[in-house]
């Protein structure tokens, strides 16, 4: 397997690998990276679907991808999907995937096309005062210091970052900064959360930094992501002949390793309450996802609270079982063993009074049931106690949704501080507390807040104990190797799988795993496609370095006569015209701005 980038590898089709016909393949979970897996084997190592297997523990696919109408509950998303441009495995895997609702278009197709003629973007990103705009201007706030604490991180090695917490590496001015504002809500970071990790995001996402304060960077489908992307994908695998046994739960791996060489030999579950499994030999290819951020998720309702499960969790103790075998198979504890730190939780709030959505269009500045794009992406309450967050996508977003309700997705990073409206933490509030608190924030009227609450909306929250697992501070062989070495027939997939410098908490993610381990174990001869390389850019380095000093030019120190003569010698150079192009210093003839580098103070 190798990496590529390109259109002559990315059109290419590779050939047919030698003894694909003699190979089966068993897939542990339905998640994206394992029906993606599915897929660009059927699709790029040309393995009949028929041979392709794929056991889940619960009764539909998709992970943590979902979207769901309980009938007794009301609408529920966990969480939503925020994509952008590079995510380049995603977009090879939709090309090939066709679209439910187009005729002859592919669901890349149908996304692109979309969001061409509906670009997203936020109108407003942060409130304060119950729903007034918070006027942050698109600004970053980041002194020098913080800009320095960035460049350090930005610049260390991976080693340096290895089991350090976010507040290890950055200061004090760097967390009060809108940047931080901007960022942990919109990827869900804590202040404990990995350093290393926090590096990887930086890198993978610099060509969006500018993007950052209206969420400009993104994309979003049209419906919720167990419809539009989901969906597409099952009903093509199937009609491939892929076979699903829902209902079915894993236990156990066993594996023969002896001399380097390391065979799955029998995937052992359970189903309907009987053991059983399969024995493997070394054409039986098995490809595990490993950990689950969405394991053992509690949905409360409308007058109950989400419970925290804190009991057995079958995703985790499968890969514990799997661990024991071998220290190259990672260390799942690193992950799952403070739930106090990797727990939050959301809740999906359908509007069913015509005067809630009054409030949300006040806020998005949009009319919510246009069918266009709402809120754009989250919007956060900055002074709430619970540091609430939420967003309204395009409407409806599930297609049997009536025509008169909105669907908005709500979620907080501090469930157990007391909220601002009702006194008790998110943790403890049923649906309709937790509705009062964000309809608070929204501006509604105190004395409307208890009815609408209780009339005017239905509210199903879901308590995740492992949702921001990944995040948590690791090092080098916590996470096993997508196939690890002296692997005959099986690979580890999804968001605790080791691959380069791509960044968990994404659908890219999930796919680059699941593409990595078609390829090696078929020995498809087709590159990966490489991450997007804007890190590596510096254009893009430098239109992000003047983004996150709020357009402020850099200052030159020494004498004015020689601060003058260095303008000038890089007038009409490249560098001269990358650093005028992009605002960093004063241009040919901008005697106004020299002016004012002459007292500047670095």
């Given at each position: 397997m190798y990496y590529s980038n390109g259109n002559y590898e990315a059109f290419a089709r590779p050939r047919k690998p030698e003894g694909v016909d003699d190979k089966t393949a068993w897939?542990?979970?339905?998640?994206?990276?394992?029906?993606?897996?599915?897929?660009?084997?059927?699709?790029?190592?040309?393995?009949?679907?028929?041979?392709?297997?794929?056991?889940?523990?619960?009764?539909?696919?998709?992970?943590?991808?979902?979207?769901?109408?309980?009938?007794?509950?009301?609408?529920?998303?966990?969480?939503?999907?925020?994509?952008?441009?590079?995510?380049?495995?995603?977009?090879?895997?939709?090309?090939?995937?066709?679209?439910?609702?187009?005729?002859?278009?592919?669901?890349?197709?149908?996304?692109?096309?979309?969001n061409k003629d509906d670009p997203n973007s936020s109108l407003c990103r942060v409130t304060v005062n119950q729903g007034e705009d918070a006027h942050t201007n698109k600004l970053?706030?980041?002194?020098?210091?913080?800009?320095?604490?960035?460049?350090?991180?930005?610049?260390?090695?991976?080693?340096?970052?290895?089991?350090?917490?976010?507040?290890?590496?950055?200061?004090?001015?760097?967390?009060?900064?809108?940047?931080?504002?901007?960022?942990?809500?919109?990827?869900?970071?804590?202040?404990?959360?990995?350093?290393?990790?926090?590096?990887?995001?930086?890198?993978?996402?610099?060509?969006?930094?500018?993007?950052?304060?209206?969420?400009?960077?993104?994309?979003?489908?049209?419906?919720?992501?167990?419809?539009?992307?989901?969906?597409?994908?099952?009903?093509?695998?199937?009609?491939?002949?892929?076979?699903?046994?829902?209902?079915?739960?894993?236990?156990?791996?066993?594996?023969?390793?002896?001399?380097?060489?390391?065979?799955?030999?029998?995937?052992?579950?359970?189903?309907?309450?009987?053991?059983?499994?399969?024995?493997?030999?070394?054409?039986?290819?098995?490809?595990?996802?490993?950990?689950?951020?969405?394991?053992?998720?509690?949905?409360?309702?409308?007058?109950?609270?989400?419970?925290?499960?804190?009991?057995?969790?079958?995703?985790?103790?499968l890969w514990k079982n799997i661990a024991a075998n071998d220290d190259a198979f990672g260390r799942p504890e690193v992950f799952c063993g403070d739930i106090e730190k990797t727990k939050w939780e959301s809740a999906t709030v359908t509007t069913l009074d015509t005067r809630i959505p009054e409030y949300i269009q006040k806020i998005s500045q949009r009319d919510p049931f246009s069918g266009r794009v709402v809120t754009g992406g989250i919007v956060t309450a900055k002074d709430s106690s619970w540091l609430l967050s939420w967003t309204v996508n395009r409407q409806p977003h599930f297609q049997q949704q009536p025509k008169d309700q909105i669907v908005v997705?709500?979620?907080?990073?501090?469930?157990?501080?007391?909220?601002?409206?009702?006194?008790?933490?998110?943790?403890?509030?049923?649906?309709?507390?937790?509705?009062?608190?964000?309809?608070?924030?929204?501006?509604?009227?105190?004395?409307?807040?208890p009815e609408l609450a209780a009339e005017g909306a239905r509210c199903v929250p879901v308590m995740m104990p492992y949702v921001t697992s990944f995040f948590m501070p690791r090092k080098a062989g916590d996470r096993p190797d997508i196939v690890p070495e002296g692997s005959v027939n099986f690979a580890f997939i999804g968001q605790f799988a080791e691959t380069t410098r791509d960044t968990i908490f994404t659908t890219e993610y999930s796919v680059r795993s699941g593409m990595e381990a078609a390829y090696r174990l078929l020995g498809v001869d087709r590159g990966v496609p490489e991450v997007f390389n804007s890190t590596y850019d510096i254009r893009q380095l430098l239109k992000a370095t003047t983004r996150l000093r709020d357009g402020e030019?850099?200052?030159?120190?020494?004498?004015?006569?020689?601060?003058?003569?260095?303008?000038?010698?890089?007038?009409?150079?490249?560098?001269?015209?990358?650093?005028?192009?992009?605002?960093?210093?004063?241009?040919?003839?901008?005697?106004?701005?020299?002016?004012?580098?002459?007292?500047?103070?670095?």
């Open positions: 897939f542990v979970g339905a998640g994206l990276a394992s029906m993606a897996s599915a897929t660009l084997m059927i699709r790029d190592g040309q393995m009949s679907g028929d041979k392709i297997t794929i056991l889940e523990r619960l009764k539909l696919p998709g992970g943590a991808l979902d979207g769901i109408k309980e009938p007794k509950k009301g609408f529920v998303i966990r969480g939503g999907r925020e994509m952008e441009d590079h995510m380049e495995c995603l977009w090879d895997l939709f090309r090939s995937i066709p679209s439910l609702e187009i005729e002859g278009a592919s669901v890349l197709d149908e996304f692109y096309w979309l970053f706030t980041l002194s020098e210091k913080a800009q320095k604490d960035m460049v350090k991180v930005f610049l260390a090695t991976r080693e340096e970052m290895e089991d350090k917490r976010i507040d290890e590496v950055f200061g004090d001015e760097f967390l009060a900064s809108n940047f931080w504002l901007y960022w942990r809500t919109m990827f869900a970071f804590e202040e404990w959360h990995s350093a290393l990790e926090m590096k990887l995001y930086l890198h993978r996402f610099v060509h969006h930094i500018s993007g950052l304060p209206d969420l400009s960077a993104l994309k979003f489908t049209k419906y919720n992501q167990y419809e539009s992307l989901v969906l597409p994908m099952y009903r093509w695998l199937l009609d491939q002949g892929v076979t699903f046994e829902f209902s079915t739960e894993v236990t156990d791996i066993d594996f023969d390793i002896t001399d380097g060489r390391k065979q799955a030999t029998r995937i052992r579950w359970k189903r309907d309450g009987e053991e059983s499994g399969v024995d493997l030999g070394p054409d039986d290819l098995v490809l595990a996802t490993i950990g689950s951020l969405t394991e053992n998720s509690s949905d409360g309702d409308q007058h109950t609270p989400a419970k925290l499960d804190v009991g057995p969790a079958p995703a985790w103790e997705w709500v979620y907080s990073l501090f469930v157990d501080t007391p909220g601002d409206f009702v006194k008790k933490t998110m943790a403890e509030c049923t649906g309709e507390e937790i509705t009062q608190e964000w309809l608070y924030h929204m501006g509604v009227p105190v004395d409307q807040i030019e850099v200052a030159l120190h020494g004498p004015t006569f020689l601060r003058n003569r260095l303008l000038k010698r890089l007038d009409g150079t490249e560098i001269g015209e990358l650093l005028t192009d992009f605002g960093l210093v004063p241009g040919a003839g901008d005697t106004t701005a020299r002016a004012r580098a002459d007292d500047a103070v670095s």
